[in-house]
């Protein structure tokens, strides 16, 4: 296999295209999320995807692919098709319910060829930390706290990830947690898409693409340099509990301006004074629907 570490010129490299992953249903949310999608729950009077939005034009994004399941239409008509100069793209997954992160990466390897952000949608941040995220094969990482889980990453003398490890609950100064934020070069992402196809076509569709990085970093055909995050200036929403943590953790910092073509989220139960956005235009192949599949039955990404 061809060694990966080093490529002059990568370091060049500015990434203006970001890749959103938010098909999942968010039911350890509910009933916020019974209704609308993870991403557009408020957190301090902004939704996450506001925020999201927002960190990437701060750092001019060009491009945004969303991978939407669960509510995706919501999704749809709160961005439309643009947001400032940044174009979107949407990518719907039929099997968002039974399936996991690694189907949604893999759905978006016919949409991007360029280097990229890949990003979670359910995290919050000071979009000041993404400066450093902008070169590619980098990930972001932060020193563990007592409300973290989930996976971790070890780094080795020449300051590149050495391993990662799923689902420790080690505290030491050795391991560092991940945020869900990767910035991928063109050529990482050539041999990640081939771990990709190579799981789906084997009906592998409910793993996490961490597994992916982890065996590519242990065979040493994968460098991921570390970005660290302050740990007072994230959080990562899955339960309400994180969420009334998340709204602290946001008052910490200075949240960008909304971008005009973002609105305030849709309304949820029990926030009846929340108003529902105005329905932007969208071209009419946006509006269709895509089929639901069995989950046995391996899907062809649909890009919109």
């Not at 203006?16 to 968010?26: C, E, R, V, W």
Request: glycine share 4%.
């Amino acid at each position: 296999m061809k060694n990966l570490l080093n490529h002059p010129g990568l370091e060049k490299t500015h990434v203006q295209t970001a890749l959103l992953l938010a098909a999942g249903t968010g039911s350890r949310l509910a009933p916020l999320t019974d209704n609308v999608p993870k991403c557009l729950v408020q957190v301090d009077n902004n939704s996450i995807l506001d925020r999201l939005v927002a960190a990437l034009q701060s750092h001019n994004f060009k491009r945004l692919v969303i991978v939407i399941g669960h509510q995706g239409d919501s999704i749809r008509n709160f961005l439309g098709t643009r947001a400032g100069n940044m174009e979107i793209t949407y990518i719907a997954s039929p099997l968002y319910k039974t399936t996991n992160n690694i189907y949604s990466l893999w759905l978006a390897s016919k949409a991007i060829d360029e280097p990229f952000l890949l990003i979670e949608s359910d995290l919050v941040f000071d979009p000041k930390m993404l400066e450093d995220m902008l070169q590619p094969d980098r990930i972001a990482i932060s020193r563990l706290q007592p409300w973290m889980n989930g996976t971790t990453v070890t780094i080795n003398n020449h300051q590149k990830i050495k391993a990662f490890q799923a689902n420790n609950k080690k505290t030491d100064d050795n391991h560092y947690k991940t945020v869900n934020i990767y910035s991928l070069s063109s050529l990482t992402w050539q041999r990640v898409q081939e771990r990709l196809d190579h799981h789906i076509a084997n009906n592998m569709v409910n793993g996490y693409y961490e597994t992916i990085f982890a065996d590519m970093v242990s065979e040493g055909c994968l460098s991921l340099a570390p970005v660290f995050f302050d740990a007072n200036r994230w959080y990562e929403i899955d339960t309400i509990a994180d969420l009334q943590a998340a709204t602290k953790v946001c008052s910490h910092y200075q949240q960008p301006a909304v971008p005009e073509t973002a609105h305030k989220p849709l309304k949820q139960k029990g926030q009846n004074d929340q108003p529902v956005p105005r329905r932007l235009p969208v071209i009419d192949r946006l509006k269709k629907t895509p089929p639901i599949y069995p989950a046995s039955q391996v899907a062809t990404p649909i890009a919109s």
